[in-house]
């Protein structure tokens, strides 16, 4: 399993990032032979358009939406428009699961009416248990954030990718990092600020998660612009002593389950 950092920004776009957007490629035969299948974890603001540098958007089988802010999900709007009116003709729709209120939410943002909505360009789906997407297992775990938003485990090629979304600190934040082979944790906020509760992890608040979860790599994603980024991987390093970096936009994790391999490039 590879994962590509597409976007990294939290909360808006940043001057060297777009918002949250992280491509995962793994190969798969589904019975008409094989090929490399991808998925998108959420398309926040900006990013469509780093994707094209990665692969052909096209070319996406599913999107993992974590939650409804638009540092999320905003681009599946251009998404909807690339998908619909694209020269050579429709795209054939594809998955995009999310909370409960994805479609209407989606159809809002672009001022469409929500009965018809982009339900022709995307077949909506909730989170259920068991789900998989050609190679790729995927949990969808509830964590606390102002809206409905999940943590996702992904599993392929024995190895298992965890990713916090957007969550304060919560119990089910360790169920979404047990054991991984990278921890995708945001750090939105500093333990030196009078920071509300229930919205964002502090670099800190990640290390002490990965520690906890055994999470054999910690990768810190979701830092706003507003904040310098050196600050939240100290803060990491003061509690977690595993291999630890920034997320920055076109890092290649490749994820293989062996605990003797590099996983970044």
Known sequence: MR????????????????ASCYLLE??????????TWRVLMD????????????????????????????????????YYVMR????????????V????????????????????????????????????????GVEAIGVHHPV?????RVT??????????????????DDVAADADLLLAEASFREVDDNPEGVHLTGAECGH??????SRRLVLTHVPPWHERQGMLDEAAEVYDGPLELAFVGAVYELTGDPNDDLAR
């Open 3 to 18: 994962l590509t950092v597409i976007g990294c920004s939290g909360s808006y776009p940043g001057p060297d990032s777009p």
């Open 26 to 35: 793994a190969e798969h035969d589904d019975g008409s032979g094989r090929r």
């Open 43 to 78: 398309l926040g603001s900006g990013a469509l358009g780093v994707l094209h540098r990665y692969a052909d958007p096209l070319a996406i089988d599913a999107v993992l939406l974590s939650h409804l802010h638009a540092d999320h999900c905003l681009d599946m709007s251009g």
């Open 84 to 95: 619909k009116y694209h020269p050579e003709g429709p795209a054939p729709r594809i998955p």
């Open 97 to 136: 699961w999310g909370p409960r209120d994805t479609p209407n939410r989606l159809a809002r943002g672009y001022d469409l009416p929500e009965d018809t909505g982009m339900h022709e360009e995307f077949d909506f789906r909730t989170y259920e248990s068991g789900l998989r997407v050609g190679p790729f």
């Open 148 to 152: 409905e938003a999940f943590g996702l």
């Open 156 to 173: 392929a090629d024995g190895a298992t990718l965890a990713y916090t979304g957007d969550s304060g600190p919560c119990d089910s934040l």
């Open 209 to 214: 998660l990965a520690t906890r979860a055994r």
